[in-house]
Nanobody, 123 residues
């Protein structure tokens, strides 16, 4: 089990920034690839960003590339998502997830999920 807890969501104006955090626990947290996904009302959960266990490799959805940055601090068992230049279409519940081995953009391949944090971007 890898309990995950997201925080940092909120209401922000378009063009603003937020930093999401995902706190894990357990000695094996640093061995997991991590991903951020989001789900807007009435839509399917979609890939946002992933990071390898070491933090050396990252991957982003085209819709957030250049605006969002994923990072991790394994000493703190935490993964971050820095979101800049936010747009109303970024409004969604954001989830972090963990999986063994390599990261993936496919949500169904992840083993552990947090409860989500709401991000709302007003125009």
């Amino acid at each position: 089990q890898v309990p995950l807890v997201e925080s940092g969501g909120g209401l922000v104006q378009a063009g603003g920034s937020l930093r999401l955090s995902c706190a894990g626990s357990g000695r094996t947290f640093s061995s997991y690839a991590m991903g951020w996904f989001r789900q807007a009302p009435g839509k399917e959960r979609e890939f946002v960003a992933t990071i390898t266990w070491s933090g050396r490799n990252t991957n982003y959805a085209d819709s957030v590339k250049g605006r969002f940055t994923i990072s991790r601090d394994n000493a703190k068992n935490t993964v971050y998502l820095q979101m800049n230049s936010l747009k109303p279409e970024d409004t969604a519940v954001y989830y972090c997830a963990a999986k063994s081995y390599s990261p993936s953009s496919h949500a169904h391949q992840y083993d552990y999920w947090g409860q989500g944090t709401q991000v709302t971007v007003s125009s």
